[in-house]
């Protein structure tokens, strides 16, 4: 193989590995083309950062947490049974480091630090009142202390279901539970908090 050639192999592999389903995907892995997992990060990095944020509502940790949700599924790659989707396999992973983090003392310190202090990300583009700023602010802050006041079990399902592209048999696997009471889970957790913000 000439220098030429083997540049363009990279090029190739990854080019090919986009048309490949994830279980074909997975069986590259297994066979040592890297460039297979890359594809896999590709596909569902976003999938794992937002179940991992939904859990952790931090950026930064949610970001270290995707990191470490990757490099553990890439290392368990053997493991993967295909039971379920790839995708629902890493973000089960994901949610899993992001609930063993959020139950660190050192995570709840900085949560509830970081609720006591008013977000800074508001956009000076089209800039309200300060009035319409403290009362959204305020009804944000409200929110939150409702959602963490929520027992576990409702807090994650709503949370999850918030986070936007998972469909709810993929957060039904995560949670291990069935989709049913995913969704009953959803449903009671948003009547819960209707009824306190009312």
């Not at 890439?74 to 379920?84: D, P, T, Y």
């Not at 956009?123 to 409702?146: G, H, Q």
């Not at 576990?152 to 039904?172: P, S, V, Y």
């Not at 949670?175 to 009471?181: C, D, E, G």
Request: glycine share 6%; hydrophobic share 40%; proline share 3%.
């Amino acid at each position: 193989m000439t220098l030429r050639q083997a540049q363009g192999q990279p090029e190739r592999d990854q080019h090919e590995c986009r048309r490949l389903t994830d279980g074909e995907l997975v069986e590259r892995v297994r066979a040592g083309h890297t460039a297979a997992f890359g594809e896999l990060v590709e596909r569902h990095r976003g999938a794992v950062y937002r179940a991992a944020l939904a859990a952790l509502r931090d950026p930064a940790e949610a970001e270290d947490v995707t990191q470490d949700a990757l490099v553990l599924a890439f290392r368990k790659i053997g493991q993967f049974r295909g039971e379920a989707s790839v995708r629902t396999w890493m973000v089960t992973i994901g949610w899993r480091l992001a609930l063993s983090r959020r139950r660190n003392p050192v995570h709840r310190l900085r949560q509830m630090i970081s609720s006591e202090s008013p977000d800074a990300g508001t956009s000076s583009a089209s800039t309200p009142s300060i009035e319409s700023r403290m009362i959204d602010r305020e009804r944000l802050l409200r929110a939150r202390r409702e959602i963490g006041k929520l027992s576990a079990k409702l807090r994650d399902a709503l949370l999850l279901a918030a986070a936007g592209d998972l469909t709810q048999e993929e957060i039904a696997a995560a949670l291990q539970i069935p989709a049913a009471t995913f969704r009953w889970r959803v449903m009671e957790a948003r009547r819960r908090l209707k009824e306190r913000l009312e």
